[in-house]
C-alpha cells in the first residue's frame, strides 16, 4: 500500500506542476474574476479533466473504458489526436490522423517491449494532415506493460513529450487501483471458498447421523431435518455474489440451528430479536452463521448444562447493529487476539478471524468485529454493519443496500 501511494503521489504531482505551467502560459488577466489566480484556476482545471478520465481506468483498460476516457486524455495534453492501445491494438482513436493507425502499432514493439518511452515522425502523404509526429508513453502496472497512451501533434515537441510521460503515469495508477480492485474481488472469493471448506465436517456428518437416526422412529422428523440440510447447504454452498441480505443470512441459520436442536435438544436455547426494517440490510455473504457457529462451539463444548445464545438486530439510524452473545466457555483475550491478528490457528474460534478480515475490507478498519470475552464468561460479538456503502448490494439486486 506504501508503494501505491508513492506511485499515486508521483502520478499527482506532476500534473499539479502541469496545471501551474499551463497557468503562466495561457493566463489573460481580468478574465478568470472570481475564480482565484490564474495559476490556480488552471490548476483546478487540469485537476478536474483528470477525474473526469479515471472512473472508466478504474475498471481497466478495455475498449469501453478507453473510448470513455480518451477525449478527456486528448484535452488534458491538448493535442490533434490521441491514441490508447493495449499490447496487441488500437483501442480507441480520438481526434485527427486515425489513417496511422497501422503504422503506430508497427512501432510499438519496441516500446511496449522495454516499457520505455519513444518519439517519432509519422510518415503521411495526406496534405493538412495534424498528425505528423507520434509520442508514445507505455502504460505499466507493477513493471509489466499493459498498452501504451500515443500523442500526435503536428510538429515535435519536448513539452509534449514530457507531459504525455506524465499523463502515462497517471493513467498507470489508474490502472493499478483497477487491479487492486480485481485483487481485492478475488481475495473475497478465496476466503469465502476457505470458509465453506471451514463449515465443519463434523457439523455435516453428525446432521446426517441425526437424520438417520429419525428415519425409522420418526419418517417425517427425519423428512424435514432433510430439508433443512438441504436448505442450508444450498445457501452455505451455492453460487452467490459477494453479498447477501441480513434476511437471507438468518434465514440460513435458522436452518443451522434447527439441525444443531435436533442434535442436542433441549440443552440449546436460542432467543432471536430482529428489528424488521434492518432485515433488507446488506452484508457480506457467510458473515454470521461462522459467527452462530462459534457461539454454538463454545457455548455446548466441555459441558453439559444448557447453553444460551440470543442473536439481537437493531436499528441505529445509519447501522444495523448484530449481536451474538452465548454463555459458554468463552476465550482468553490473548488467544483471541492472537487468532484475529493471525497468529494462532482458527480451530479455536471458527471462521472468526475469516469474518472480521471481510468487514474490515469492505467497511473500513472501523466495522471490524467487536468481541467481549474472558474464560468462563461466554462470548459477545458485536457487528456494525452500514445500512448504504457504496458498491456493496446482494447480487442481481443493484442499488439496494
Not at 28 to 42: I, K, M, N, Q, Y
Not at 122 to 136: E, I
Not at 270 to 292: D, G, K, W, Y
Amino acid at each position: 500500500m506504501s508503494g501505491f501511494l508513492a506511485g499515486l503521489c508521483a502520478a499527482v504531482l506532476p500534473l499539479l506542476a502541469a496545471g501551474f505551467w499551463l497557468g503562466r502560459r495561457t493566463a489573460r488577466p481580468g478574465s478568470l474574476a472570481g475564480l482565484g489566480t490564474p495559476v490556480e484556476h488552471a490548476t483546478f482545471q487540469t485537476l478536474h479533466t483528470a477525474s473526469l478520465a479515471a472512473p472508466p481506468l478504474r475498471a481497466g483498460l478495455t475498449e469501453e473504458t478507453a473510448r470513455k476516457a480518451a477525449r478527456t486524455l486528448r484535452s488534458l495534453l491538448g493535442t490533434d489526436a490521441l491514441c490508447l492501445t493495449d499490447t496487441e491494438r488500437v483501442l480507441v482513436w480520438d481526434g485527427a490522423g486515425a489513417h496511422h493507425r497501422t503504422e503506430i502499432m508497427e512501432r510499438l514493439a519496441g516500446p511496449l517491449e522495454t516499457g520505455r518511452g519513444e518519439a517519432f515522425p509519422l510518415v503521411c502523404d495526406r496534405p493538412g494532415c495534424a498528425a505528423r509526429w507520434a509520442v508514445v508513453a507505455p502504460l505499466t502496472v507493477d513493471d509489466r506493460v499493459h498498452g501504451a497512451l500515443v500523442a500526435c501533434a503536428p510538429r515535435e515537441s519536448a513539452v509534449l513529450v514530457r507531459a504525455a510521460g506524465e499523463v502515462a503515469r497517471w493513467v498507470s495508477v489508474q490502472l493499478e487501483l483497477a487491479d487492486l480492485d480485481r485483487s481485492r474481488t478475488r481475495l473475497i472469493e478465496a476466503e469465502i471458498k476457505a470458509l465453506r471448506a471451514q463449515i465443519s465436517p463434523h457439523f455435516v456428518f453428525n446432521s446426517l447421523a441425526v437424520i438417520a437416526s429419525f428415519v425409522r422412529t420418526d419418517p417425517e422428523r427425519a423428512r424435514e431435518l432433510l430439508l433443512e440440510f438441504a436448505d442450508f447447504t444450498r445457501y452455505s454452498f451455492g453460487r452467490h455474489g459477494d453479498f447477501t441480505t441480513l434476511a437471507d443470512e438468518l434465514h440460513a441459520i435458522d436452518h443451522y440451528l434447527a439441525l444443531v436442536r435436533a442434535r442436542f435438544g433441549d440443552r440449546l436455547a436460542v432467543t432471536l430479536q430482529i428489528a424488521p426494517e434492518v432485515l433488507p440490510v446488506a452484508l457480506p455473504f457467510l458473515c454470521l452463521q461462522p459467527l452462530v457457529e462459534n457461539a454454538v462451539k463454545h457455548g455446548l463444548e466441555g459441558t453439559s448444562g444448557t447453553c444460551h445464545i440470543r442473536i439481537t438486530a437493531q436499528d441505529t439510524g445509519a447501522e444495523a447493529l448484530v449481536v451474538i452473545e452465548d454463555d459458554g466457555a468463552g476465550m482468553d483475550p490473548g488467544l483471541l487476539r492472537r487468532i484475529l491478528a493471525g497468529e494462532e490457528s482458527p480451530s479455536g474460534g471458527i471462521g472468526l478471524s475469516n469474518v472480521d478480515d471481510r468487514l474490515r475490507q469492505v467497511y473500513g478498519d472501523a466495522h471490524g468485529l467487536v468481541i467481549e470475552t474472558a474464560v468462563g464468561a461466554g462470548m459477545k460479538i458485536t457487528v456494525r454493519l452500514p445500512k448504504y456503502q457504496p458498491g456493496v448490494h446482494p447480487a442481481g439486486r443493484p442499488g439496494r443496500a
